[in-house]
């Protein structure tokens, strides 16, 4: 089974308006991370934020913020004031605590085009 | 300030060639290390990742191996390169815990 499922096809977005990248996630164990990425045209994968299965909270980095449903098995990244640079693909990530070496598994990642 | 290198940032081989990408870490010690392929527009997968020298873990079987010499040395190679085996190798390191994962430049590897 999948451990991150990104389904969106690739989204548009207009300039300056917020967008909602969806991912869901499948585990058992009680503690882990979940994480959204970056990847331009260039190739580089650029951290963007990450939260904690423990988090109260819903993580927030500038523009991006984290929408954690944990009943539901959820963590969408949405974007505020999308801006041109925006146009990448974004991955969903997830690393688990259990056993002594915790992996980072990816999504298959969305499409992001933001519209001028 | 922790940096991370991987080259060389294109490859064109031949079916049948060697295959060795480096990979390098500085400014911190004892990193998980990790080797990611990503086939054109798709996602990442996991190939290999280790948690300290000469420990490597196999996630998928495949024409792959990779080594750890050093703390902060990662390779990827291979003794005959497959056409399946083009696409994006990107190299990481992280902390333990939940510390998020740093990539490298990537490397974009064409077998001919």
């Known amino acids: 089974a999948q451990k991150i499922t990104q389904t969106q096809p690739g989204m548009f977005v207009q300039e300056k308006e917020a967008v909602t990248l969806d991912c869901t996630y499948d585990?058992?164990?009680?503690?882990?991370?979940l994480f959204w990425y970056k990847q331009p045209s260039s190739g580089e994968m650029i951290f963007l934020i990450y939260?904690?299965?423990?988090?109260?909270q819903n993580a927030t980095e500038g523009r991006y913020s984290l929408n954690f449903q944990k009943a539901r098995k959820s963590a969408n990244l949405v974007i505020s004031a999308s801006q041109l640079g925006d146009s990448a693909m974004y991955f969903c990530?997830?690393?688990?605590?259990?056993?002594?070496?915790?992996?980072?598994?990816f999504g298959k990642g969305i499409t992001l085009s933001v519209r001028p | 300030s922790q940096t991370i290198h991987q080259w060389p940032a294109t490859l064109v081989q031949p079916v049948g060639s060697p295959l060795s990408l480096e990979c390098t870490v500085e400014?911190?010690?004892?990193?998980?290390l990790y080797w990611y392929r990503q086939a054109a527009g798709r996602g990442l997968q996991l190939l290999f990742y280790?948690?300290?020298?000469?420990?490597i873990s196999s996630e998928v079987p495949q024409n792959l191996s990779a080594s750890r010499p050093q703390d902060r040395q990662f390779i990827l190679s291979s003794k005959k390169l497959l056409l399946s085996d083009s696409g994006f190798y990107l190299c990481?390191?992280?902390?333990?815990?939940?510390?998020?994962?740093?990539f490298g430049q990537g490397t974009r590897l064409t077998v001919v």
């Open positions: 990481a390191w992280s902390l333990g815990g939940m510390a998020e994962a740093f």
């Open positions: 585990t058992s164990d009680p503690s882990y991370g």
């Open positions: 939260q904690g299965s423990y988090d109260q």
């Open positions: 990530a997830m690393r688990e605590m259990a056993g002594a070496n915790s992996k980072l598994t």
């Open positions: 400014g911190t010690s004892n990193p998980n």
């Open positions: 280790s948690v300290g020298i000469g420990q």
